[in-house]
């Protein structure tokens, strides 16, 4: 008998790391995937992505509906209430034996409450790791609480997920499952990229992606004035922005975006969606990764690029040797840039060593999802390292 796995995805970011583990779940006989296609991916705003799913080969199950066209923390409160709702209904439907998400949105968590209520077994891909500035650190302990499956980056994200109480049998370490699109993609060269950006590289080329820094109250738009003001100077440089997510103030961020590329039309240009294809490819060729995502500290290494890591929204994720760390101020981002191109740090990027393995990822994650015991899975105890207490 088959086993149902329902991989559940909200965005082009997470899309982009479960592809290849829905390619192994679709091609092995053991297991039927089941796909739910939610938040920005149903948006005509952010580019109805959905679609790059279905041309990929996948058949979409279910489509939950949860995104308001509001970005405030209200909006996103209620969005988060509605995807609830909607995943419940999936789930009913459905009926998967598994649900499987990946890292820390609040589209992911509202389907792994949903999974938790419907006593539906969940897998948690990226668990254990920190991101100090952003919601998503909590969302994604709460995750890690409510899964029963665990699949983490490196060996001390698997020791936090075990600092939280979860069984040390039921969670994996087999790296970051960015590196499967990295090891598996056949990139694209200059002239083919060039082709597909529908612009020339310059001498220079940055590749800009920032996120909202939603634990700093009013202070996105003004990080993102900064770095704009640092961006100001550089010359003979392509700018190629990639649009945020739909976090809170994520709309000032691209509006802001939209108005220095019409400011900046022969130096900048932006996308709501590259996909991993265009976004990996315009990463090789770039000279460096600006901004803020986890693209930059996870990603990027394994391809020998450089990262200017902007402010406290990926404080205490692991690092490479390639991110240099900065203020989030036009001073210590020009600081970073210089440091970027200097001869020094520029020889030293093709020792780059990534802590986030070196694959394959998604086959690992297909066995085990596949052939691990459901029987029992969904009564956890928590397992706690500290000694017991004596009785008298």
Aim: aromatic fraction near 6%; proline fraction near 5%; hydrophobic fraction near 45%.
């Amino acid at each position: 008998m088959t086993r149902a796995i329902c991989v559940v995805t909200g965005s082009r970011a997470d899309y982009g790391l479960l592809y290849w583990l829905m390619k192994e779940l679709q091609n092995n006989p053991q297991t039927r995937l089941q796909v739910v296609a939610t938040g920005m991916h149903l948006s005509p705003e952010f580019g109805l992505t959905y679609r790059a799913i279905e041309s990929d080969g996948f058949q979409i199950d279910a489509k939950v509906e949860m995104l308001l066209s509001s970005d405030t923390p209200v909006g996103i409160a209620k969005s988060m209430g509605l995807g609830t709702i909607g995943f419940a209904d999936a789930f009913a439907r459905l009926q998967p034996d598994m649900v499987v998400v990946l890292g820390d949105r609040f589209e992911v968590f509202s389907a792994t409450q949903a999974a938790l209520v419907a006593r539906i077994p969940v897998a948690h891909l990226h668990g254990g790791e920190t991101t100090e500035g952003a919601i998503d650190e909590s969302i994604r302990h709460a995750i890690t609480k409510m899964a029963h499956l665990h699949f983490t980056a490196t060996e001390a994200y698997r020791a936090r997920v075990m600092q939280l109480g979860e069984d040390p049998a039921r969670v994996f370490n087999f790296g970051a499952a960015g590196i499967d699109n990295i090891r598996r993609l056949a990139l694209l060269d200059r002239p083919e990229l060039e082709a597909s950006l529908g612009c020339r590289l310059a001498p220079r080329n940055l590749l800009v992606t920032f996120h909202p820094v939603t634990l700093e109250h009013a202070s996105s738009a003004q990080q993102f004035d900064e770095l704009l003001a640092a961006l100001d100077d550089l010359t003979a440089t392509r700018l190629i922005f990639t649009k945020p997510n739909a976090d809170t103030d994520g709309r000032v961020i691209i509006r802001l975006i939209d108005e220095y590329v019409l400011r900046n039309p022969s130096k900048a240009v932006a996308f709501t969606s590259l996909g991993q294809l265009r976004f990996l490819s315009a990463m090789r060729h770039v000279d460096g990764v600006i901004g803020n995502s986890s693209s930059g500290i996870i990603e990027a290494p394994l391809l020998r690029v450089g990262t200017i890591n902007i402010g406290d929204r990926q404080k205490g994720r692991t690092r490479a040797t390639s991110v240099i760390d900065c203020e989030p101020n036009r001073a210590s981002i020009k600081a970073a840039l210089e440091q970027l191109y200097t001869p020094e740090f520029r020889d030293a990027l093709p020792a780059t060593v990534s802590p986030y393995g070196d694959g394959p990822v998604a086959p690992r994650i297909a066995a085990v999802l596949a052939a691990h015991p459901l029987d029992g899975i969904l009564k956890k105890h928590f397992h706690s390292s500290a000694p017991k207490e004596a009785h008298s």
